[in-house]
């Protein structure tokens, strides 16, 4: 079993930043990737980027690329979002996700994922 939880969601203006974590307890050990996905109201869950745990490469979705980071603390077993730029269509529920197959564009599908936090909502004014 792996729990994860997240922080840092708020309201900030559009232009503006924010910094989301994941904190991983548990049996991390066999995690291959990490990733985010978010959840606008009425609308499908999206990927948004992952990050394999060992090496660190990303994947990102086009609609943030260059705009969000993601990135680990393996000793702390913590996942960031750091998102620059935000955008009123950012504004969604943010969630974490845990992914053992060994493919980064496969750990980009929802279904693919094994363990999923709660969630932070982020919410963007314009």
């Known amino acids: 079993q792996v729990q994860l939880v997240e922080s840092g969601g708020g309201l900030v203006q559009a232009g503006g930043s924010l910094r989301l974590s994941c904190t991983a307890s548990?049996?991390?050990?066999?995690?291959?990737?990490m990733a985010w996905f978010r959840q606008a109201p009425g609308e499908e869950r999206e990927f948004v980027a992952n990050?394999?745990?060992?090496?660190?490469?990303?994947y990102y979705a086009d609609s943030v690329k260059g705009r969000f980071t993601i990135s680990r603390d393996n000793a702390k077993n913590t996942l960031y979002l750091q998102m620059n730029s935000l955008k009123p269509e950012d504004t969604a529920v943010y969630l974490c996700?845990?992914?053992?197959?060994?493919?980064?564009?496969?750990?980009?599908?929802?279904?693919?994922?094994?363990?999923w936090g709660k969630g932070t909502l982020v919410t963007v004014s314009s």
């Open positions: 996700a845990a992914c053992y197959t060994r493919v980064q564009a496969v750990c980009a599908k929802d279904a693919s994922m094994s363990y």
């Open positions: 990050i394999r745990w060992i090496s660190g490469t990303t």
């Open positions: 548990g049996r991390t050990g066999s995690v291959y990737a």
